[in-house]
């Protein structure tokens, strides 16, 4: 995602924060100002520059805090990894990776619209949000040199590359403060399921 797609779209988050700056109280819905959240999950697919077969699924862990009646900001970090095996002349290698997603989102809550805040008779289980997940996925690459191998020693390295799109999910709440989620396009899994608790 260029840079330029990135700023319109935050542009548009902002703008509707500010257009919706009068929403009515939202006593009644599970999501409101001042909630604070903390779910963690695992996802479908990996999301972004991954090589090799799975060998960890993307996991993950994030926490949500409500500024408005609208409007949660929040972050998580997540762990994937995958591998691959080369063989040359009889010799296998094992190329293995992990990747650490950390990122930072700002998320819409359309359900509290004033147009809406009085026709979802759900709005007290099910909170629908949309909103962008932006951050940085930090890489790291190790290679196994075969056993009786010569000339070539274990051998790591690093780096990191930017991660972020559009997020949408949905959470469902069986109490008054424990529920489940489901996420697509967080930076963490393609589709990402889990538990989130609210305080």
């Not at 008779?121 to 909103?131: E, F, H, L, N």
């Not at 962008?132 to 590359?161: A, Q, R």
């Amino acid at each position: 995602m260029n840079t330029a797609r990135v700023l319109k779209i935050v542009t548009a988050v902002l703008s509707l924060s500010i257009i919706s700056i009068n929403a009515e109280d939202n006593s009644t819905g599970c999501y409101y100002k001042g909630i604070f959240l903390a779910q963690a999950g695992i996802g479908l697919g990996f999301y972004g520059n991954v090589y090799g077969n799975e060998s960890v699924p993307p996991l993950s862990a994030s926490v949500e805090y409500g500024i408005h009646n609208l409007v949660s900001i929040g972050g998580g970090l997540g762990f994937e990894g995958s591998s691959y095996d080369y063989s040359f002349n009889g010799y296998g290698w094992k190329y293995t990776y992990s990747y650490v997603p950390v990122m930072f989102r700002g998320v819409f809550h359309p359900f509290n619209l004033p147009t809406l805040i009085n026709k979802i008779p759900m709005r007290d289980k099910w909170d629908a949000y949309g909103g962008i997940s932006l951050g940085w996925t930090i890489v790291n690459f190790s290679e196994s040199t075969p056993t009786g191998y010569t000339g070539v020693s274990d051998y790591s390295t690093g780096g990191s590359y930017f991660n972020g799109g559009l997020l949408l999910g949905a959470r469902y709440y069986f109490t008054k403060n424990f529920g489940a989620y489901a996420e697509e396009g967080s930076g963490f899994g393609w589709f990402n399921i889990g538990g989130v608790y609210k305080f």
